[in-house]
């Protein structure tokens, strides 16, 4: 098996070479031919029938974003399962880009998917379709997985694929403009010792079209008074490409306790370099409670075409002011509690989980100034930098059945 | 830098793969209780766990290998 996969590999880079295939595509072909060579020793289990219905909720920073999840799973056989949700964002908005750039409102996102797990012997595969729409915006994409155990069932490799397709609109205009977007997925999980396990995940993403966020605009110095400044619309690049390689350990303590440790790594083609930490700490207590307690911290830098404010019109080819696309710092502390019911207590019901998490994020800004400070009246480019906090909410209930 | 980096995880992977001929699996089937511990769940809470990370990608240039899937005993 392993003279097959030098094989593979060496024609691989061969092509690399020759036909200036994308490493990375290459690198996916020969994952698929690997995984079918390793189909004879695997192992997979379908997702257990469930009907999950969470409330969300995100209030901070001059947003408040609610509304309903729903994902209902049910198995069809022993061998298919089929899966959709359905997923509602109620915004109310007044941050700083909406203060900034137009006036406040308030939209619906609504968000529908449909999909189907496959069991073939010991091998998983996954496909779906996913919609999403509001007034200005429309999403569409689908996705295909492969997942599979073997090595004694303590490894598993997942790949994947999707496509996108956005259409971007404009409220009250004829304006309309297209994204593509491809997504390639590799994870591979595996069991350590009796009390540890890890996973590693790459996604790369690479999108072409409008990327530009078509209400906001960039702002330069008033060449008449430079005290002051004027804006412009936004010029982004139509291409962007991004890798993400994340790292995660979960280890189970002396007691029954669990720990878990994450790091990611991102970088794109415009720029942006981050890292992500996490530690997620969870604690049952009996058969029925579990609290959890998590620390996340993020940082990034910001994309190459980003400035607060630019010397004059047109300075660059490429011209963003979004605050995503800035030198920024992000921190989430958050804690949750589940309460179980199993099996024998409800008519038709394995088990039934209620959980509340609630979370609180702070975001800071090294690059980017709240031109609202002070009634707008600073001079430009001595406001203070921007900053805020939010509280995010989700309370849900999961019939297992 | 990100060639490299692929080359490197390509190669890892395959090192892990080729152990299935010489090595065996190291945790017996017995030996998985605390794997098998729903708190030993890469993803414990499925639709919220999908919401948060859409709360974080709206909000931060950084996209991607969120994670999810795995975790468990590997006892299926």
């Known amino acids: 098996m392993v003279r097959e996969v030098v094989v593979v590999v060496t024609n691989l880079l061969a092509i690399n070479a020759t036909n200036s295939t994308p490493f990375f595509k290459a690198f996916f072909v020969l994952l698929i031919t690997v995984n079918s060579i390793l189909m004879s020793a695997v192992a997979g289990t379908l997702p257990v029938d469930s009907v999950d219905i969470l409330y ?267 605050k995503e696309l800035s030198t920024l710092t992000g921190m989430t502390y958050g804690g949750g509690v589940t309460y179980e019911i199993g099996q024998g207590v409800i008519p038709h019901v394995n088990k039934l989980k209620l959980t509340l998490l609630v979370d609180y994020l702070k975001y800071e800004y090294d690059d980017f100034r709240d031109v609202t400070a002070g009634g707008g009246l600073l001079p430009a480019g001595t406001e203070p930098l921007y900053e805020f906090d939010a509280w995010v909410t989700r309370a849900s209930i999961t019939f297992e059945y | 830098m990100k060639t490299h980096l692929i080359i490197g995880l390509l190669l890892l992977s395959l090192v892990v793969m080729s152990g299935c001929s010489g090595i065996k699996p190291w945790v017996k089937p017995y030996e998985r209780n605390n794997l098998a511990d729903p708190i030993m769940s890469l993803d414990r809470h499925g639709a919220a766990g999908s919401y948060i990370h859409h709360v974080y990608q709206a909000r931060e240039g950084a996209r991607g290998a969120e994670g999810g899937a795995g975790g468990g005993c590997g006892c299926n």
């Open chain 1, 56 to 322: 969300h909720r995100f209030d901070g920073g001059g947003m408040e974003i609610d509304g309903p999840f729903i994902l209902v799973r049910k198995s069809i056989g022993t061998q298919v399962s089929v899966n959709g949700h359905y997923y509602i964002d109620s915004v109310s908005a007044a941050s700083i880009d909406v203060v900034a750039n137009a006036s406040e409102y308030t939209e619906e996102r609504t968000e529908v998917s449909a999909g189907v797990d496959f069991l073939h012997e010991k091998t998983m595969i996954s496909t779906g379709y996913t919609n999403s729409e509001e007034n200005d915006f429309v999403a569409n994409s689908v996705f295909l997985s492969i997942g599979q155990d073997f090595f004694g069932d303590l490894t598993k490799l997942t790949m994947g694929y999707a496509r996108g397709w956005d259409e971007v609109g404009k409220i009250e205009s004829d304006f309309s403009e297209d994204v593509d977007r491809q997504i390639y997925k590799l994870g591979v999980s595996q069991v350590l010792t009796k009390n540890a396990l890890m996973g590693l995940d790459i996604e790369t993403i690479s999108d072409e079209g409008y990327l530009n966020n078509p209400y906001r605009s960039y702002r330069y110095f008033d060449p008449a008074d430079s005290t002051k400044f004027l804006t412009s619309v936004e010029v982004y690049p139509e291409t962007r490409t991004s890798t993400a390689v994340a790292v995660r350990g979960l280890y189970y303590l002396p007691y029954r306790a669990s720990i878990k440790g994450e790091y990611r790594y991102f970088s794109d083609s415009w720029g942006i370099d981050a890292h992500t930490y996490e530690v997620l700490y969870v604690h049952p207590f009996g058969r029925q409670w579990t609290l959890e307690g998590r620390v996340r911290h993020y940082s990034q830098s910001s994309a190459d075409f980003y400035s607060d404010i630019f010397t004059h019109e047109g300075a660059n080819d490429f011209l963003a002011r979004d």
